[in-house]
């Protein structure tokens, strides 16, 4: 058995804010699409942007922001 030192009304309050954080996550995603801002993601070390059609790429979008990077 696990040996767990929280309590459960820890654990629902942790359950509770991981669904409201998850819920902003995904209206914050589709506000993007709806306005033509890439989504952009982190995977194992490598950004990818989800393009408003939907089509992945690792390719910056926005080629300016390289300039600003230099």
């Known amino acids: 058995m696990h ?3 929280l309590s ?3 654990h ?6 991981l669904r409201i954080g ?14 033509g801002i890439p989504n952009v993601y982190d995977i194992n ?3 990818y942007y989800e393009l408003p059609n939907g089509e992945l790429t690792t ?7 390289k300039e600003k990077e230099k």
């Open 12 to 17: 629902e309050w942790a359950d509770e804010m």
């Open 22 to 35: 998850n819920r902003a996550v995904k209206r914050a995603q589709e506000e993007n699409r709806k306005k």
């Open 8 to 10: 459960l009304e820890t």
């Open 59 to 65: 390719e910056d979008p926005y080629p300016l922001s």
């Open 3 to 5: 040996n767990d030192k």
């Open 45 to 47: 070390g490598h950004r």
